[in-house]
């Protein structure tokens, strides 16, 4: 049984370019979130998302960013026009069911992200 | 708001040793749930343990155990026989009607 898949791995984008990190939850999980990671910080959430919906993104900035979880597909988290301050880890995490009230989370290995 | 506070940013142990690495949160749920997650080089995030806030005892995974005051609002880690590869970041976690909220993290280092 597969893990939470995310690519790319790393990428690397210039200043004003669009940056599309993507995520696959385990196999049976339709609960995704987004979290990220500065250097030598915690994890900060961004957004939850199930099939189709957008749960809570009161983590995601208002703007540039946006992230979606279609029927068919993996979740994807958009950043538009990318600024050296979105340089970051951006891990993914699913689970079977709402996991706000258990809170275990299976993530990704991450997917690392350079703005030059 | 639920917060996360671990005020050891790094810490070192040697070899077949015991450490414990303390973690404070403020939540005003009643039912939640306490998690502490392992970040080896590698970058993934690992659950080491995890202890439901409506019970007493305090969790235990092989040499992982934790000190949970749910008066204090304390949850410490306790690593026992320390081994070279628990060298890694350690993040305490809360998650109740939230998303799960991170403390910044302890460095933890094995030394042999």
């Known amino acids: 049984n597969a893990g939470v898949m995310q690519n790319p791995r790393h990428l690397v984008r210039r200043r004003g370019q669009e940056a599309r990190l993507r995520c696959s939850p385990m196999?049976?999980?339709?609960?995704v979130y987004w979290y990220r990671q500065l250097p030598e910080e915690g994890l900060k959430f961004m957004v939850y998302?199930?099939?189709?919906?957008?749960?809570?993104e009161s983590g995601m900035p208002k703007e540039r960013f946006s992230a979606e979880f279609p029927k068919e597909g993996p979740s994807i988290l958009r950043i538009q026009q990318v600024v050296r301050g979105d340089s970051a880890a951006y891990f993914c995490a699913s689970s079977p069911s709402s996991g706000r009230n258990t809170g275990e989370l299976f993530f990704g290995e991450g997917s690392r992200l350079t703005v030059l | 708001a639920q917060t996360v506070t671990q005020s050891q940013p790094e810490m070192s142990v040697q070899e077949a040793e015991t450490v414990t690495l303390s973690c404070t949160y403020d939540?005003?749920?009643?039912?939640?749930?306490l998690f502490w997650y392992k970040q080896p080089p590698s970058r993934q995030m690992i659950l080491v343990i995890r202890?439901?806030?409506?019970?007493?005892q305090n969790a235990t995974e092989n040499r992982f155990s934790v000190n949970f005051q749910k008066a204090a609002k304390s949850f410490s880690l306790k690593i026992s026989d320390s081994q070279l590869g628990d060298t890694a970041m350690y993040f305490c976690?809360?998650?109740?009607?939230?998303?799960?909220?991170f403390g910044k993290g302890t460095r933890l280092s094995v030394i042999a």
């Open positions: 939540t005003s749920e009643n039912n939640y749930y």
């Open positions: 976690a809360l998650a109740g009607n939230t998303p799960l909220v």
């Open positions: 998302l199930q099939k189709e919906n957008i749960i809570d």
């Open positions: 196999k049976g999980h339709s609960h």
């Open positions: 202890q439901e806030a409506y019970k007493q």
